[in-house]
């Protein structure tokens, strides 16, 4: 199986409602895992980790200003292992929360409270 996703033609534009709608270089804290996540404004997204290439729904949520809840789904996998040598099986659910950077960017939470964030989010230049 293999998945693509096509950007070039397609500008992605952050929104005040959906501030991640771009392609973003993700980094764990540990610096042990550095991924890439790619999201369209219609609710579809992908994620480059390790050799796993994975597709997934998305809804967004402003939880309060500068702070946003996003729910996904995996609706397709390649298969192949992640930046922590796990994979990620299709209809995996998952919750993040999200805490905007002033200057761009963002945390990334398994919780509301800032501080259990595990990684951070730098826009990448769409080509």
Known sequence: MLLA????????????SNPIVGMWTWRHVSGACTEVHFYKANGDAATWSGQE???KSYG???V??????VDSVVVESNGQPDC??????????????????????YFTCPTRDSLSCDGTATPREQR
């Open 5 to 16: 996703v096509v950007t070039s033609g397609c500008v992605l534009t952050p929104t005040e």
């Open 53 to 55: 290439v994975l597709r």
């Open 60 to 62: 967004i949520h402003r």
């Open 64 to 69: 309060e200003p500068g702070l946003f809840r």
């Open 84 to 105: 922590t040598g796990s994979t990620t099986p299709v209809g995996r659910k998952s919750t993040v929360y999200v805490r905007l950077l002033n200057g761009g960017g």
